[in-house]
């Protein structure tokens, strides 16, 4: 079992930057793929970015690449969401999530993951 805390979110102007945290419960989060999604109001979920269990791969939406990048650090159960040259477009409830996998595989759809955060909300103001 895992449980995923979520922070780091809060209010930027476009072009800005954040960083979220995704913090980890359990003795086994270097077995697991971890990803971010966000969910605007009135849209569904989407994906943002993915990792691998060991950090070696990541993915990312087309909307985020270049911007967003994804890493963790598996001694402090953490993984991270540096989000730079923030656009409004990009205002969101944002959730970390995890899978039991250890393969090279990259998962997409929010229905492949059994662990979910809170979510925490980042709002960026034109």
């Known amino acids: 079992q895992v449980q995923l805390v979520e922070s780091g979110g809060g209010l930027v102007q476009t072009g800005g930057s954040l960083r979220l945290s995704c913090t980890a419960s359990?003795?086994?989060?270097?077995?697991?793929?971890m990803a971010w999604f966000r969910q605007a109001p009135g849209k569904e979920r989407e994906f943002v970015a993915a990792?691998?269990?060991?950090?070696?791969?990541?993915y990312y939406a087309d909307s985020v690449k270049g911007r967003f990048t994804i890493s963790r650090d598996n001694a402090k159960n953490t993984v991270y969401l540096q989000m730079n040259s923030l656009k409004p477009e990009d205002t969101a409830v944002y959730y970390c999530?995890?899978?039991?996998?250890?393969?090279?595989?990259?998962?997409?759809?929010?229905?492949?993951?059994?662990?979910w955060g809170q979510g925490t909300q980042v709002t960026v103001s034109s």
């Open positions: 999530a995890g899978k039991y996998y250890t393969g090279s595989y990259y998962f997409p759809s929010p229905y492949e993951y059994n662990y």
């Open positions: 359990g003795r086994t989060f270097s077995s697991y793929a």
């Open positions: 990792i691998s269990w060991s950090g070696g791969s990541t």
